[in-house]
């Protein structure tokens, strides 16, 4: 009798130890995401340009990574009418063609676009600007 009670008390104390262990691992490891989502600061992107929108989906637990996918979508910097030489006016000024601009701004964000920067915090981007797909990074695609 007194043998299967130091058995159980063993067991007790394995158990207890592992999930304290375990408890003591998964918080260590939400907290090391958390502060990659507070060093990367998706809320200060683009926070000039309003309506831009940045959805995320959360990594898996057992991912190294915060986000599984990231998606920033991006109206457009030039507002219609902005090269409007008069108000409700369909004539326009051509000292800075809205069009060219925006061409410019897309060339822009492919060329700043950085994917090793990127795959340290997600698997996957999307960056859509005047609901065209800009960007469409998969770290899946490497592999």
Same mark, same amino acid.
């Given at each position: 009798?007194?043998?299967?009670?130091?058995?159980? $008390?063993?067991?007790? $104390? &394995? #158990? +207890?130890?592992?999930? &304290?262990? !375990?408890? @003591? #691992? *998964?918080?260590? %490891?939400?907290? /090391?995401? %958390?502060?990659?989502?507070?060093?990367?600061?998706?809320?200060?992107?683009?926070?000039? $340009?309003? *309506?831009?929108?940045?959805?995320?989906?959360?990594? %898996? @637990?057992? !991912?190294?990574?915060?986000?599984?996918?990231?998606?920033?979508?991006?109206?457009? =910097? &030039?507002? +219609?009418?902005?090269?409007? +030489?008069? %108000?409700?006016?369909? /004539?326009?000024? /051509? =000292?800075?063609?809205?069009?060219?601009?925006?061409?410019? @701004?897309?060339?822009? #964000?492919?060329? +700043?676009?950085?994917?090793?920067?990127?795959?340290?915090?997600?698997?996957?981007?999307?960056?859509?600007?005047?609901?065209?797909?800009? =960007?469409?990074?998969?770290?899946?695609?490497?592999?």
């Amino acid at each position: 009798m007194e043998k299967d009670n130091k058995w159980g $008390i063993r067991l007790f $104390i &394995a #158990l +207890t130890v592992g999930c &304290a262990a !375990s408890a @003591f #691992l *998964g918080y260590r %490891e939400y907290s /090391q995401k %958390e502060i990659m989502k507070q060093e990367l600061n998706l809320n200060g992107l683009f926070i000039n $340009i309003k *309506g831009v929108e940045i959805d995320t989906t959360n990594g %898996e @637990f057992f !991912s190294e990574k915060p986000y599984k996918d990231i998606t920033i979508k991006i109206p457009s =910097i &030039a507002s +219609t009418g902005d090269d409007a +030489t008069k %108000e409700n006016d369909d /004539q326009v000024n /051509q =000292i800075l063609d809205r069009e060219k601009l925006d061409k410019g @701004f897309s060339t822009w #964000l492919v060329n +700043t676009f950085d994917q090793d920067f990127a795959s340290i915090y997600t698997d996957k981007v999307q960056v859509w600007y005047r609901d065209h797909k800009i =960007i469409d990074f998969s770290s899946y695609d490497e592999k």
